[in-house]
Structure formats: structure tokens, C-alpha cells
């Protein structure tokens, strides 16, 4: 299983299954981050916390822990 937070910079993956429960995953379906979603990665903090992404058009700061509950291809 391949997640959003092991994706490097550069790279546009497209969103297979949130995992996660109720308001979690809520907030990340909320934020445009559904099933067939293509996600543009923009940078990686060195730390790896926060992941800047584009989605839908606008652009996302997501925390390593919501990153790893977004299984991508």
C-alpha cells in the first residue's frame, strides 16, 4: 500500500481510498481529497511535516499523519 506521505516532490498520484475514521476523514474528503482525486505533490518540509500539495486547483499543506491515511497509485 502506497501512501501520500512516501510520494517525493514532483510526482502526481491519484487518490485510491481514505482510511481513517469519522471526523478525520471527514476533514480530508472536506478539503477536495476524495476517491479519483489527482494530487500534485509541491514540496516536502525536510522533516517531512507538513506535504504541500495541489488538488482540485488550489493548493494544501497536509500533516504526515493525514498524508498516511491516503492511499494513492
Do not use: W
Amino acid at each position: 500500500m502506497k501512501t501520500l506521505k512516501g510520494i517525493p516532490c514532483g510526482q502526481t498520484v491519484t487518490v485510491v481510498k481514505l482510511h481513517g475514521e469519522g471526523a478525520v476523514k471527514r476533514r480530508i474528503m472536506d478539503m477536495g481529497i476524495t476517491k479519483g482525486a489527482s494530487i500534485f505533490v509541491r514540496k516536502v518540509a525536510p522533516l517531512g511535516d507538513p506535504v504541500e500539495v495541489t488538488v482540485r486547483g488550489y493548493e494544501l499543506s497536509l500533516r504526515k499523519a493525514d498524508a498516511e491515511m491516503i492511499e494513492v497509485q
